[in-house]
């Protein structure tokens, strides 16, 4: 009876056995049907479909949002700024008056070089009067010398005495012209005293306070600046690397953090043909041969261009990111520029006169595409434009087709498709 039960249960356990090896290869044969089936490429590829729309070749630099016109309006004499007639934001006419500086000091003056002139004035009518004796008396001796009856030195005694009035008639007539002058310049003087719009704009800045001491001695100083902000100039500053590809007339749009959604465009107006003058170094010595100062800057060239600003939209010292157009391609066939890849160079084959230049090397690409299928192909395209992230395709493509831009393998290449031996 115990043999029995021995027997069975060994018959049992190799049953069991023989289970899980039919078991695991059965599993086994999954597992390798699942390798040697062929691979999905489309599965391992990331795909973009070939659409249309704009694309463009643009050069990008910052720039400073300036008014067109504007003038700084300073004061040419010295005294206390007595009145204030304006304040920031305030538009103003040519003409109307800002400001006033006690005058006191410059009225004085005039004052002195009008009492100075009537002075002059009088003592002009009198030397006249002596004029006029003086001539009177040399013509009487001269009557007497020609009837022999006058004596030679009363003649000779009232023609000095004639000329030296004449002669001190004319330095008063010239110390007169002199004082007139002086008057002039004092008026002058005493009209700045108040200051009047030299043009009609806003006022963006007033520098200076009501009660405050201006002194003129040596420098103009500046009370306010008045600019026209119907009209903008953006002064943008452009590497050297990128100044060779702007031309005048070129267009161009640009965009502002205060509005991130509005473009504003506008065309080139005008390239310095010099940067912008760099500060004088403290050390007086020349830095041709230094240890990098000028040598390791960035030059940049100043463009400029208009825009209107009726709506005042644009304030003054405005950022500016500007984009100079180049080329310019719209409802164009597009595809990544990832997807890409230079074709070898074709060897250029004889021309005559009247044949187009093949296509360079640079202009033609291949793309890899994924049919209906699944399955890849390579072909070759003709690339217009193109700028940072897509291409403009000329020729080899049609909108709706499918490309690879990349694949998912960490290799970076194509996936290895299984097959069966």
Do not use: C
Not at 87 to 110: C, N, S, Y
Not at 227 to 240: F, I, Y
Not at 306 to 319: F, H, K, S, V, Y
């Amino acid at each position: 009876m115990t043999a029995r039960r021995s027997a069975a249960a060994s018959g049992s356990r190799r049953g069991v056995r023989r289970g899980l090896a039919a078991a695991a290869l059965v599993l086994g044969g999954l597992a390798s049907a699942a390798l040697l089936r062929p691979a999905d490429p489309a599965a391992s590829a990331e795909v973009a479909v070939v659409g249309r729309g704009t694309v463009e070749d643009t050069v990008t630099a910052l720039g400073k949002i300036q008014p067109r016109a504007y003038v700084d309006v300073g004061a040419q004499v010295s005294g206390q700024l007595t009145r204030l007639h304006v304040t920031v934001g305030q538009m103003v006419r040519e003409g109307d008056l800002l400001a006033e500086i006690d005058p006191a000091l410059q009225q004085a003056k005039v004052e002195a070089g009008r009492a100075e002139r009537a002075r002059l004035t009088a003592l002009l009518a009198e030397q006249r009067a002596r004029t006029d004796f003086a001539e009177a008396q040399l013509a009487r001796q001269a009557a007497l010398r020609r009837s022999g009856s006058g004596r030679g030195e009363a003649f000779d005694q009232a023609r000095m005495e004639a000329r030296i009035a004449a002669a001190q008639v004319e330095a008063t007539q010239a110390q007169i012209r002199q004082t007139d002058s002086t008057l002039q310049a004092d008026e002058a003087q005493l009209g700045y005293t108040r200051i009047y719009a030299p043009m009609s704009g806003t006022l963006i800045a007033v520098d200076a306070r009501q009660g405050q001491t201006i002194n003129s001695a040596y420098e103009a100083p500046v009370l306010m600046r008045i600019a026209d902000l119907s009209a903008m100039t953006v002064w943008t500053q452009v590497s050297e690397a990128d100044v060779t590809r702007l031309t005048d007339g070129m267009p161009l749009y640009f965009t502002t953090l205060g509005h991130p959604g509005r473009r504003w465009t506008a065309r080139l107006h005008e390239i310095l043909p010099a940067p912008p003058k760099p500060p004088a170094s403290g050390n007086g010595g020349s830095s041709a041969s230094g240890g990098g100062g000028a040598a390791n800057s960035v030059v940049l060239y100043t463009a400029l261009f208009e825009i209107a600003n009726d709506r005042g939209e644009l304030r003054p010292d405005m950022t500016a990111q500007v984009f100079f157009v180049a080329a310019a391609a719209k409802d164009a066939v597009t595809v990544p520029v990832a997807a890409l890849t230079p074709a070898a160079p074709i060897p250029a084959a004889p021309t005559s006169a009247t044949l187009p230049p093949a296509d360079t090397a640079a202009e033609r690409h291949r793309v890899t595409l994924i049919g209906s299928g699944g399955a890849i192909e390579t072909r070759e395209v003709r690339v217009g434009v193109r700028d940072r992230f897509n291409a403009q395709i000329l020729e080899g493509l049609a909108e709706g087709e499918r490309i690879v831009v990349g694949w998912k393998t960490d290799d970076g290449r194509p996936p290895k498709i299984g097959f069966r031996l």
